[in-house]
């Protein structure tokens, strides 16, 4: 067959192609899932630090009240 070799080759470079479009949504979704993991850890984190900021305080106030 004449055109076999063309054939095979336009296969190959849809492939290589299909290959890369699999793989840039692949790092797409993966840095989407990632930043928003990010922004949950640090709002959790900044929450945490707010609870131990007002316990803090409680624990001032009812140490200050105690004393007096």
């Known amino acids: 067959m004449p055109g076999s070799a063309d054939a095979e080759l336009y296969f190959i470079v849809g492939m290589m192609v ?15 899932q990632y930043r928003k993991e990010m922004r ?5 984190s900044t929450l945490s630090q707010q609870v131990n900021d007002a316990s803090s ?7 200050e009240e105690s004393d007096a």
Request: aromatic letters at 12%; a neutral charge; one cysteine or more.
């Open 40 to 44: 949950e850890k640090q709002r959790k």
């Open 57 to 63: 305080e409680v624990a001032e106030a009812a140490e």
């Open 18 to 32: 299909l290959i890369l479009i699999i793989c840039g949504v692949a790092v797409y979704v993966f840095f989407r």
